[in-house]
């Protein structure tokens, strides 16, 4: 059910039976989610889970074989434009104007979001300054290193004042000092009632960030909810995760001729 523009809902993501299949391959099987609005909630899952396959579907960057998306009540693919101007996207690999400087990028960003010159200028400063960028604002995007591209990524999906930001392995490469700038902007943006969707295999991250998390694995979602629902009695996040997709810790067992010295 699509809601009417501009309605109130819980909810900023509704994924209602989603299936993707490359082939003989299935990406993503029949999952269904509801990510509540207002909330920082990470969706973690092994190497191959589904996670940016889920994400791209959810973003409208890849066309689901069957199912429904619904991003702050808009149906993803029967009302994109709608859902564009709501959600920033910070996808894995993001190619970017890597002959343009990092000011000239948020500039062309918030100019093609529409955004009158005089208000980009203004937020283009600020994320900037906040980011630990304004010292490399006029270095063209080719130059920068991963975690300036995460961030300089991090403040174009940012300029437009989202409902919903979705962020692929965001953390992914960058040194811890940039890690606590990038949360700390994304804590502030969370507290002012917008939401963060962010995926992740590193758990302690998602444990410390997140208020809501769901897991998958192998196509499928395992479990879904409020952090401390999902870790249940477990000691960590990480050892309720290992317990939800079944991974052996004896893995390496049969490695006999690793170590030891003998050749
Ligand atoms: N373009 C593609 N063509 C064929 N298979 C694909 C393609 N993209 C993903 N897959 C397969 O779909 C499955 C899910 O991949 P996906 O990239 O969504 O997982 P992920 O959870 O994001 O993994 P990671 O954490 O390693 O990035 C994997 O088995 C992957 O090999």
């Known amino acids: 059910m699509t809601q009417e523009p501009g309605q109130a809902t819980?909810?900023?993501?509704?994924?209602?039976a989603l299936w993707k299949r490359y082939g003989e391959q299935v990406a993503v099987a029949g999952i269904d989610l509801d990510l509540p609005a207002g909330k920082?909630?990470?969706?973690?899952?092994?190497?191959?889970?589904?996670?940016?396959?889920?994400?791209?579907?959810?973003t409208g960057l890849l066309r689901p074989d069957s199912g429904t998306v619904e991003v702050?009540?808009?149906?993803?693919?029967?009302?994109?434009?709608?859902?564009?101007?709501?959600?920033g996207v910070l996808p894995e690999g993001l190619r970017m104007f890597e002959r343009l400087s990092g000011r000239e990028l948020l500039d062309y960003t918030g100019r093609l979001r529409g955004l009158p010159g005089d208000e980009v200028e203004k937020r283009t400063t600020q994320l900037l300054d906040v980011l630990d960028l304004a010292g490399s604002q006029h270095k063209l995007v080719v130059d920068y290193s991963t975690g300036m591209r995460k961030k300089i990524g991090l403040a174009a999906a940012l300029l437009h004042n989202p409902e919903v930001l979705f962020l692929d392995e965001p953390f992914e490469g960058v040194d811890p000092v940039s890690a606590q700038t990038i949360r700390g902007v994304l804590e502030r943006y969370t507290d002012s009632g917008a939401t963060v969707v962010?995926?992740?295999?590193?758990?302690?991250?998602?444990?410390?960030?997140?208020?809501?998390?769901a897991v998958m694995a192998a196509g499928r979602i395992r479990a879904q909810g409020p952090l401390a629902e999902v870790r249940g009695e477990a000691p960590s996040l990480q050892d309720a995760f290992l317990e939800l997709v079944g991974a052996g810790r004896g893995a390496g067992r049969d490695l006999d001729w690793l170590g030891g010295g003998a050749r």
Do not use: Q, Y
Request: charged fraction near 15%; proline fraction near 3%.
């Open 40 to 58: 920082f909630i990470g969706l973690v899952g092994p190497n191959g889970a589904g996670k940016t396959t889920t994400l791209s579907m959810v």
């Open 10 to 16: 819980n909810s900023a993501v509704r994924i209602s």
């Open 198 to 213: 962010f995926s992740s295999h590193v758990m302690e991250l998602v444990e410390s960030l997140c208020d809501w998390v």
């Open 72 to 87: 702050a009540g808009h149906d993803v693919w029967r009302d994109p434009v709608a859902v564009k101007a709501r959600i």
